[in-house]
């Protein structure tokens, strides 16, 4: 079974982005009918509950790596501890050029070399990253990579769930 490693974003993906993050969404941004958690300690940052509970439960699983990518760093440990998670680690601890972390994908890309690992990257910058030509072609459409974008301000999507699901044998 292929190893997955997933590289989640907190702001935008993870966490929906809100009014200065200080809340739940707006009805009109909520998925499905959704219960939120809200962080108060992660700056009342809040996180739907099916989200939550897949991600703990995809640390479970020997297969499955789930590393932050986010430049919370020290926050992530916080919001860990808030939402019941695992200490999950950073993705890459090198946020020092210009668009870590596509610098972060391209170098997993290139020194991962297994051909059965695979990347899923969720972040609600990564259209952005392509468009701009930051992330070009080839590389974006390795087929070793999965990228997610969510809608920044509704995050992670039911459709989502479902692809994450999938590509990681199903949940248990």
Same mark, same amino acid.
């Given at each position: 079974?292929?190893? #997955?490693?997933?590289?989640? !974003? #907190?702001?935008g *993906?993870?966490?929906?982005?809100? @009014?200065?993050?200080?809340?739940?969404p707006?009805?009109?941004?909520?998925?499905e !009918?959704w219960e939120?958690?809200?962080?108060? @300690?992660s700056?009342?940052?809040c996180?739907? +509950?099916?989200?939550?509970?897949?991600?703990?439960?995809?640390?479970?699983?020997? %297969?499955?790596t789930?590393?932050w990518?986010?430049?919370?760093?020290?926050?992530a440990?916080?919001?860990?501890? +808030?939402? +019941?998670?695992?200490e999950?680690t950073?993705f890459?601890d090198d946020?020092?050029v210009d668009?870590? /972390?596509v610098? *972060?994908?391209? /170098?997993?890309?290139?020194?991962?070399?297994?051909?059965? %690992?695979?990347?899923i990257?969720i972040?609600?910058d990564?259209?952005?990253f #392509?468009?701009s @030509?930051?992330?070009?072609n080839p +590389?974006?459409t390795?087929?070793r990579?999965?990228?997610?974008?969510?809608?920044s301000?509704?995050?992670?999507?039911? !459709?989502d769930?479902?692809?994450? /699901?999938q590509?990681t044998?199903g949940v248990?």
């Amino acid at each position: 079974m292929a190893h #997955i490693t997933i590289a989640l !974003d #907190i702001d935008g *993906a993870f966490s929906p982005i809100t @009014k200065m993050n200080s809340g739940l969404p707006r009805p009109d941004n909520r998925w499905e !009918d959704w219960e939120y958690l809200i962080a108060p @300690k992660s700056f009342g940052a809040c996180f739907a +509950e099916p989200v939550v509970e897949l991600f703990k439960e995809l640390s479970t699983r020997d %297969n499955v790596t789930v590393k932050w990518h986010s430049s919370w760093r020290e926050l992530a440990e916080k919001l860990s501890e +808030e939402l +019941e998670l695992p200490e999950w680690t950073q993705f890459t601890d090198d946020d020092s050029v210009d668009n870590w /972390k596509v610098a *972060a994908v391209r /170098k997993w890309l290139l020194f991962t070399s297994c051909t059965d %690992n695979r990347l899923i990257w969720i972040d609600d910058d990564i259209d952005r990253f #392509i468009s701009s @030509k930051v992330f070009p072609n080839p +590389e974006h459409t390795n087929p070793r990579l999965t990228k997610i974008c969510p809608d920044s301000n509704k995050g992670i999507s039911p !459709d989502d769930l479902k692809l994450i /699901k999938q590509l990681t044998g199903g949940v248990s």
